[in-house]
């Protein structure tokens, strides 16, 4: 059974920076692909990055490209999504996802497709 536990959330400024981790465990992580999605209040939750396991290519949303970065550190089997230069509009819950890659074509950021999901952690940002 796959669990995925963020933390890292908490309230913040304008302009701050924080980095959200997620630990994964429950099995081989190398045919996955990992995501970070947010949901703000009364919104859809959507799509922030997402990052194949095995060879660590990476997908942006537009709003967060050049601010945050996702990665990953294979022996700890954590994902992390760093994020800089952050905006009011940044304000949200934060999940980590995860589903086994569907190869050539594969859309990161169709929440649809994940499988396992972590319980959240908010961040806010104060203007």
């Known amino acids: 059974q796959v669990q995925l536990v963020e933390s890292g959330g908490g309230l913040v400024q304008t302009g701050d920076s924080l980095r959200l981790s997620c630990a994964a465990s429950g099995r081989t992580f190398s045919s996955y692909v990992m995501a970070w999605f947010r949901q703000a209040p009364g919104k859809e939750r959507e799509f922030v990055a997402g990052?194949?396991?095995?060879?660590?290519?990476?997908v942006y949303t537009d709003s967060v490209k050049g601010r945050f970065t996702i990665s990953r550190d294979k022996a700890k089997n954590t994902m992390y999504l760093q994020m800089n230069s952050l905006k009011p509009e940044d304000t949200a819950v934060y999940y980590c996802?995860?589903?086994?890659?569907?190869?050539?074509?594969?859309?990161?950021?169709?929440?649809?497709?994940?499988?396992?999901w972590g319980q959240g952690t908010q961040v806010t940002v104060s203007s």
């Open positions: 996802a995860a589903r086994e890659g569907l190869g050539a074509g594969d859309d990161y950021s169709a929440r649809a497709t994940y499988t396992y």
């Open positions: 990052i194949r396991w095995s060879h660590g290519v990476t």
